[in-house]
Structure formats: C-alpha cells, structure tokens
C-alpha cells in the first residue's frame, strides 16, 4: 500500500484509545514503521497509527458535511441495490461499523434512532444491537418530507414518459396512472 502523505486529511475506520470512529484528522509525520502514521488530535496532542485505522478523506458532500443525528431521527437505511453493489466477497460492506450480510433485510426501511455514540454511531429500533454509520444511511432520504403529495402535478392521462420528477426528496403516493 502506497503511504498516505503528510498533510492528508484522514478519516478514522474504527475506534482505537481516544480516537473516535469517524473522526478527520490531519498526518502530521510519516515514516517506515509498522505504525507510519503521526496524527494531530483535536486537542493538540498526536497520535501513531496503523495503517488500516486510516483512509483518506475523499472529496465529497456527505464527508465534508459531517451531520450528527440524534435520538428519535428517522433515517432510511440504503436500497439492496446499494448493498449488492458494494459487498465483498464475505458479504460485507467496508463503512464504518462494517455492514453485515444480517443487516440487509434493514436495506430500504425506515427506522428511528434509538441511541447513539456522539461519533458517528447509531442504534435504530427494531435492528438489534446492529451498529450503523452515516454511510449506511439513504442521504436523499428527508423525514420531513415524506408525507408530502403533490397535487395537481399529474392528468388523468398522463403516461410514465410524460412525468417529470420534480423534487427527488418528495414521496409521491396515490399516483394512479392509465
């Protein structure tokens, strides 16, 4: 595996000491070591680690954009679709937490936070002890707008390729089309 520069910014992959999972951090050292990694924490002080506590922080929206949820938030878990997409040969998906072939009956329903960490950990009711991360999680998925309908938006005649989606975040229902 190819050294991770200095200056990078890193995420954490799983918890280790005082480093919460989830966390971004800057390399501050690099060496040739079984430990190459020097970080700064968030309180000034720095910490060596292992290259698999490590990943580079990619450049988009759902990791720039941090959002702490909390208890009583209700959140979407990610379609089949996306599991099927991104496991591995032992059926798990490598996100924070690990997603485990047991979890997918979870994929596409809607559940309430019942507890969380504070790092990025979430528990939801009716999925167990199962732990869940942000990228587990349906980002267009918006409890707010679930039980909104659009009105006047749709003829009686209207076929599917005449339809044009206005707002991804809005739950169409009692659609009925001719």
């Known amino acids: 595996m190819s050294k991770i520069p ?14 919460s999972c989830g966390e971004e951090l800057e390399i501050v050292e690099v060496d040739d070591t079984a430990i190459p990694y020097r970080v700064r924490l968030a309180d ?3 910490r060596w680690l292992v290259e698999d506590l490590v990943e580079p922080v990619k450049d988009s ?3 720039s954009q941090k ?8 959140v979407r878990i990610k379609s089949r679709y996306w599991y099927e997409a991104n496991r591995d040969g032992r059926g798990n998906v490598d996100v924070p937490y690990t997603f485990v072939p047991d979890m997918a009956k ?3 329903q809607i559940m309430a936070i019942k507890a969380t960490s504070g790092d990025g950990c979430y528990y939801l009711q009716g999925a167990g002890d199962y732990a ?3 990228e587990m999680f349906d980002t267009n998925f918006d409890s707010d707008s679930t ?5 006047g938006a749709f003829t009686p005649s209207a076929t599917p390729n005449q339809i044009t ?13 001719n």
């Open 6 to 19: 200095v200056g990078t910014k890193v995420r954490i992959t799983r918890p280790f000491l005082d480093v």
């Open 44 to 46: 000034g002080t720095h």
């Open 61 to 63: 929206p759902l990791r």
């Open 67 to 74: 959002r702490w949820r909390k208890v009583g938030d209700k």
């Open 106 to 108: 979870y994929c596409g």
């Open 132 to 134: 869940f991360s942000e």
């Open 147 to 151: 039980h909104r309908v659009l009105y």
């Open 165 to 177: 989606l206005i707002n991804s975040k809005t739950l169409l229902t009692n659609i009925k089309l």
